[in-house]
């Protein structure tokens, strides 16, 4: 199956795992909530370039050392697995006191500078964006092109499916501030946010390497 073929797959695989609620998203929508549309989309700037970066990172090394190391790819696999789960464990711990883990507080950070690093930093600490560059998108490269070719063309194709995404949430944010606000819907978006990983966690431990 050639690259192209490839990409609408890919692309919807990207879209859900931009769209489960996690700590890109908390970030977000804090600073939309706080800081209004423009200091979210600069903040989802900073988010988008992380994920070049994770995709880059993931082509001119990490992923190359996996195709060739079943061992390695093996070890980063159940390593994911655990924390995944552990994160998903720890974010349905947040809830037994009725408290979640989009509850905006303190103040936004404002000024495009500040913005754009507090994305870049989330998404560069962020395990679901590193797991997916190294483990997910080599399964997506054919066999027909080379591997790191591969990974930063799925890469960009991801940075574009996920920055439509961020743009549609922020908009979406800053007309619902009241609603989003509201502790019941901040909890379930936390309950929303566990099962995400915890699917995420399942995909990794069925998945083989490329």
Known sequence: ???VHQIPLFALTALMLAIV??????MVMRQTMLG????????????????LI?????????SQVFEHSPLAYNILKYVGVAYLSFLAASTLWTLRNGVGAFDPS?????GPGAAIR???????????ACVFA?????????RSIPLGVGIVLLAVVQVCVSTLWWIFFVTSVDKMTRVLAHPKVRLWLTAVSAAGLIALAFVLLVSSSR
Request: hydrophobic letters at 50%; proline letters at 5%.
């Open 36 to 51: 209004g549309a423009r200091t979210g989309l600069l903040s989802v700037a900073g988010n988008s370039t992380g994920l």
């Open 54 to 62: 994770w995709g880059i990172l993931s082509a001119v090394g990490l």
């Open 118 to 128: 507090l994305g870049l930093l989330t998404n560069l600490t962020n395990v679901k």
């Open 106 to 110: 303190g103040e936004a950070v404002k």
């Open 21 to 26: 609620p996690g700590q890109g998203m908390a």
């Open 134 to 142: 190294v483990a997910f998108i080599p399964q997506f490269v054919p």
């Open 1 to 3: 199956m050639s690259l």
